[in-house]
C-alpha cells in the first residue's frame, strides 16, 4: 500500500492522531531521544510484519519494545530480577536496552524466535506520551532503510521511508544521535551488546560486572550464532566505500595525501577541516565524543548526497566511553575497513659521522625499550656464511681466508685499497646485511616493538634509508671527531684524517635526515638530546597536542 506520507509537528492534537493509526495496526515515524523510531503495535503480528516490510529487514532480527512506564515490563517479560530493578531505577526512562526472557504473549514476530526480547523506555516526551496514548507497548527499530544509517531527523525518515507510512512525528533532532546500549543482564552482571550513550562506566555504577560482547569490534560471519542478530549486518553505509584510518592526525594527512584520487573525500572532526583541500565531511569535536555521536548518522547521510564521492577516508574516533559506541558504528559503516596506522611499526634509521656517538645514541634509545638492530652485528653474522666468504676470497684472493677463517684485517686492506674495491665490497655485503636486518626487524615487531631503530654507519650508502620511516643522524665538530677516533682506534691523525674523509659530507647528512643530533658537547648534553628524542618517537600524539594548542 502507497501513504502520502505527512510529517507533522508534535501537537497533543497530532500524538492522540498517530496513536490511533498504531492502534489501527498502521506504521508510525516516532522521534526518541536516541535515533528515530519505526513503530507498530508489539502486540499486533501484522503491523510487525509491516515494520520489516518497509524497512527490508531481514526476518531474524528482532525488534526492541519500548514502553512508557516501569510497570508495564511485568507484561512483556518472566522475570524481574533485583538486577533489572536496578538498572531500571538507574537509566530509565533513557537509552538503555534491555534483553530479557519473554512472555508467551510476545510474538515470535517480534522476537524473530529467540527466547528473549529487547524492551527499552525511552525518555524522550513525544515517544512517552504517543505510547501511553497507544495503550500498547511499541516495537519499534529504527526508521531507515536496513543497512543505511538510522534517522537522527525527521527528514532522514522522509527520505528513507516516504510512501511506505502514513505520518512521521517531528521531534527536531535527536539527542543522542545513536541507538541505545543494549545489554543482556545477568546476575549483578551485564554484557554490552551494542554500544551506546550508556557507557561501561555507567553500569559499572549499578552493577558489579560489564562484559562487552565480542560482536561489537569484531566481524560476526553471516552462519554464526549471535547474542546480537543486528550486530551481524553491513550497517549504516553510505554508497561510497568508507575507509577509517586509525592514527594521529599527521598520520590521517599523510595517509590521505598519499591515497587520495579523484572522487577522494574525507570524514575528520570539525577543527580539522581546514587541513584538506578534498571534499570535507565532519562530525563533532575530537575531545567531545557525544558530539560525535549526534553528528555521526547525519554526515553518513550527507555523503550520500554527493554522487562523485566514491571513497571516503575517516578519522577513528577513541573508542572508550561513548566513543565505544561511534567507534562500533564507523566500523560497520566501513565494513571493518580498517587501516590502522596505530599500530603500524615505525623504523627509525640511525646513522652518524665516524666517532659523532651513534652507538651511544642506539645504547640510550635502547634503554628506552626501543628495539634495535645493529648492522655491524648483523655484518658480522652474515660473513660467516660459506657462500658469502667464497665470493670474498674470489673477489679479494684467497688468502683472506685461513683454514676457513676470514682474516679481516687483510681483508680491510684490500677493500678499501681503492673507492672501486670498497665498491665491490658493498656489493658483495650489502643485500645479505639488509635482508638479515628486515628478518631481525621483523622479529623485533612480532615480539611487539613499534619502534625500531636501524643503526647502520652506511645507512645511506646501502640503500637501507628507504625502508626507514625517519632517520636519525648523529654529527660532531670535525676536531673532535678525530681526537675521539685517534684515541678509541689508536689511529695517526693521517689515518683518522683519511677515514673522516671516506665518508658523506655534513651537508649531505644534514639535508638528508629528519632529526639531527649535534654531539659537540658533554654527555649529559647528548643523554638530554636522546631523551626528548625518544620522548618525541614514543608519543607522537602528545607532540601533536603541543602543536594544535599553539595553533589555538
Ligand atoms: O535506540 C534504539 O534502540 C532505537 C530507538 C528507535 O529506540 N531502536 C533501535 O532498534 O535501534 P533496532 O531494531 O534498529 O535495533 C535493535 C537491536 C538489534 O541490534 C537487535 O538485533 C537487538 O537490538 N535485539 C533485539 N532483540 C534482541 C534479543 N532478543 N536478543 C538480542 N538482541 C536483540
Ligand atoms: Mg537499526
Known amino acids: 500500500m502507497q501513504y502520502e506520507t505527512q510529517v507533522w509537528e508534535p501537537t497533543p492534537e497530532h500524538i492522540v492522531q498517530a496513536a490511533k493509526l498504531l492502534r489501527r495496526g498502521e506504521l508510525v515515524g516516532m522521534p526518541t531521544e536516541t535515533v528515530y523510531g519505526l513503530a507498530a503495535n508489539a502486540l499486533d503480528e501484522q503491523a510487525v510484519a509491516k ?18 512506564h516501569k510497570e508495564e515490563l511485568g507484561r512483556i517479560v518472566r522475570e524481574i530480577t533485583p538486577t533489572v530493578e536496578k538498572l531500571m531505577d538507574a537509566f530509565w526512562p533513557g537509552p538503555l536496552t534491555m534483553v530479557l526472557p519473554r512472555r508467551p504473549e510476545i510474538s515470535d514476530a517480534v522476537t524473530a524466535g529467540l527466547d528473549t526480547v529487547a524492551v527499552r523506555l525511552p525518555s524522550h516526551p513525544v515517544a512517552r506520551k504517543l505510547i501511553e496514548e497507544a495503550g500498547v507497548p511499541l516495537a519499534a527499530p529504527s526508521a531507515n532503510t536496513s543497512g543505511k544509517p538510522s534517522p537522527t531527523r525527521a527528514s ?222 648483523v655484518a658480522r653474522e652474515v660473513v660467516q656464511s660459506p657462500t658469502l666468504l667464497d665470493r670474498l676470497a674470489k673477489q679479494f684472493g684467497k688468502d683472506i681466508l685461513e683454514n676457513g677463517v676470514l682474516n679481516r684485517q687483510r681483508l680491510a686492506d684490500r677493500a678499501f685499497a681503492s673507492k672501486e674495491a670498497t665498491q665491490l665490497l658493498d656489493q658483495i655485503m650489502f643485500p645479505p646485511i639488509l635482508q638479515e636486518a628486515r628478518q631481525q626487524m621483523d622479529r623485533l615487531a612480532a615480539a611487539g616493538h613499534r619502534i625500531i631503530l636501524l643503526d647502520a654507519p652506511t645507512l645511506f650508502e646501502s640503500g637501507a634509508d628507504a625502508q626507514c620511516d625517519a632517520v636519525i643522524t648523529v654529527v660532531a665538530k670535525d676536531e673532535i671527531r678525530r681526537k675521539r677516533i685517534m684515541a678509541r682506534d689508536g689511529l695517526t691523525k693521517e689515518q683518522a684524517k683519511a677515514r673522516m674523509e671516506a665518508q658523506l659530507s655534513r651537508e649531505f647528512l644534514e639535508q638528508h635526515s629528519d632529526y639531527l643530533l649535534v654531539n659537540d658537547g658533554t654527555p649529559e648534553q647528548l643523554e638530554e638530546q636522546v631523551l626528548a628524542l625518544a620522548m618525541k618517537l614514543k608519543h607522537p600524539q602528545l607532540t601533536e597536542m603541543g602543536k594544535g594548542n599553539r595553533h589555538g
Open 51 to 68: 515494520i520489516f516490510a518497509a524497512k527490508g529487514r531481514p526476518m531474524d532480527n528482532p525488534l526492541i519494545v519500548h514502553i512508557a
Open 156 to 377: 532522514h525518515v522522509y527520505h528513507d521511508l516516504k510512501g511506505k507510512l502514513p505520518c512521521i512525528l517531528d521531534g527536531g533532532s535527536c539527542q543522542v544521535g545513536l541507538e541505545s546500549t543494549v545489554i543482556a543482564v545477568g546476575e549483578n552482571s551485564a554484557r554490552i551488546l551494542r554500544p551506546g550513550r550508556v557507557t561501561v562506566g555507567d553500569l559499572l555504577k549499578v552493577v558489579e560486572q560489564v562484559q562487552v560482547d565480542d560482536g561489537v569490534f569484531t566481524k560476526l560471519e553471516g552462519n554464526q550464532k549471535v547474542a546480537s542478530p543486528g550486530m551481524k549486518y553491513k550497517h549504516y553505509a553510505p554508497s561510497a566505500h568508507v575507509v577509517m584510518v586509525d592514527g594521529s592526525i599527521t598520520q590521517f594527512c599523510d595517509y590521505v595525501r598519499t591515497h587520495a584520487q579523484e572522487g577522494t573525500a574525507v570524514l575528520v572532526f570539525d577543527r580539522e577541516k581546514s587541513l584538506f583541500d578534498l571534499p570535507v565531511f565532519t562530525y563533532g569535536s575530537f575531545s567531545d565524543q557525544q558530539s560525535q555521536a549526534s553528528r555521526l548518522f547525519d554526515a553518513l547521510r550527507q555523503m550520500d548526497e554527493r554522487k562523485d564521492i566514491k571513497t571516503v577516508y575517516a578519522r577513528a574516533p577513541f573508542p572508550d566511553e561513548v566513543g565505544m559506541a561511534v567507534y562500533n558504528r564507523l566500523l560497520r559503516a566501513c565494513g571493518f575497513d580498517v587501516v590502522d596506522l596505530k599500530n603500524k611499526t615505525h623504523v627509525y634509521g640511525l646513522t652518524g659521522q665516524t666517532g659523532a656517538g651513534k652507538s651511544t645514541v642506539a645504547d640510550l634509545l635502547r634503554k628506552q625499550g626501543i628495539g634495535v638492530v645493529d648492522c655491524d652485528v
